[in-house]
């Protein structure tokens, strides 16, 4: 993700990057716990989605791929906190 602490309600970019000798191809889809957060197609190795309603508390996030022509399939999981909006 481009930031692992955030705001609830406010705009949170995660990314994922792959990496080798040859860009991977295809999507990849960002999940919170099991729920399907959506997916964004891989650019030149990087993948990007803005998700605005996660609810607050330290998360599990994971990016999967499901692999191509030249790539294994692969998953990265991190915890982003979101902290409460202030009232």
Same mark, same amino acid.
């Given at each position: %993700?481009?930031?692992?602490? +955030? $705001?609830?309600?406010?705009?949170?970019?995660?990314? %994922?990057?792959? &990496?080798?000798?040859?860009?991977?191809?295809?999507?990849?889809?960002?999940?919170?716990? @099991?729920?399907?957060?959506?997916?964004?197609?891989?650019?030149?190795? $990087?993948? @990007?989605?803005?998700?605005?309603?996660?609810?607050?508390?330290?998360? &599990?996030? @994971?990016?999967?791929?499901?692999?191509?022509?030249?790539? =294994? =399939?692969?998953?990265?999981?991190?915890?982003?906190?979101?902290?409460?909006? +202030? &009232?």
């Amino acid at each position: %993700a481009s930031q692992n602490q +955030s $705001v609830h309600g406010e705009p949170v970019t995660l990314t %994922a990057t792959l &990496t080798g000798p040859v860009p991977a191809d295809g999507p990849v889809t960002f999940f919170q716990g @099991r729920k399907v957060l959506g997916s964004a197609v891989l650019v030149d190795g $990087v993948a @990007r989605l803005t998700v605005t309603r996660l609810p607050a508390g330290n998360l &599990t996030l @994971r990016a999967a791929f499901a692999g191509d022509a030249t790539h =294994a =399939a692969s998953a990265a999981t991190w915890t982003q906190t979101v902290l409460p909006a +202030s &009232t």
